[in-house]
């Protein structure tokens, strides 16, 4: 595990497999709270047990230390070109011509954004926000499922649960009418897989969830 910058500038972590060529490299875009211990966790953990290489890319650069409050205030001036940006470089730097994506809550809505370009084969997105919240629209914000249409979405992959304030099953199953690979876990709550210190976390299905995600993207 190494903290890097990358080209745009974005701080990142990065992990390779401890031996061999990885399989593909995995871009990990960490909820709103950035990286932190639980994120570098799941890039060791998912470059040893998928063996890939995991480059992780800050959501908040130069914002690490600000709390909630102060990052779901800036979540408005964000700019989609910038986090996908930041995205696509992360995906250079794994070294691989074959890069998947993961997300998770708001880095699952920029996963998604991002899986509309090319670079990436497929994207699995846990409970990131198919269409942009309402506090957090601007004009520099387009919602994921606009960016993705019929071709983008198809490689696409939506972890959700029924409970979820912020993904909606019908913005869920918009996303199944243009292609996209739809799992959804009854009574799960934002957030049940990444984190096991959320009340909302839900062992079980996120061990199935987790294994769902592997087989999808080929590992």
């Given amino acids: 595990m190494a903290k890097i910058e990358l080209s745009t500038g974005t701080p990142a972590e990065i992990v390779h497999p401890q031996t061999g060529r990885p399989k593909a490299g995995i871009v990990l875009v960490p909820d709103i709270m950035g990286l ?26 130069g914002g690490e230390k600000w709390n909630l409050d102060q990052r ?25 011509d074959t890069v998947h994506v993961i997300g998770f809550c708001m880095g ?3 996963a998604l954004k991002s ?7 497929r994207c699995v997105s846990f409970y990131g926000m198919i269409r942009v919240p309402k506090q957090w629209k601007s004009k520099t914000q387009a919602d994921p499922i606009d960016l993705l249409g019929e071709g983008g979405a198809s490689q696409c992959m939506e972890i ?11 913005d869920g199953k918009d996303l199944e009418a243009l292609g996209a690979t739809l799992v959804v876990y009854k009574g799960a709550e934002h957030g049940f897989v990444h984190d096991p210190d959320r009340p909302a976390h839900r062992p079980k299905d996120a061990k199935d969830a987790w294994a769902r995600a592997k087989k999808f993207l080929g590992l």
């Fill in 160 to 170: 959700m649960g029924t409970e979820d304030p912020y993904v909606s099953v019908q």
């Fill in 108 to 110: 699952g809505m920029y």
């Fill in 72 to 96: 779901m205030k800036k979540a408005k001036t964000l700019k989609d070109e910038d986090k996908v940006g930041d995205i696509l470089a992360a995906a250079q730097r794994t070294g691989c």
């Fill in 115 to 121: 899986a509309a370009d090319e670079r990436f084969t």
């Fill in 36 to 61: 932190r211990p639980l994120f570098e966790e799941h890039c060791a953990r998912i470059s040893k047990e998928w063996k890939v290489s995991v480059c992780a890319p800050e959501l908040f650069p």
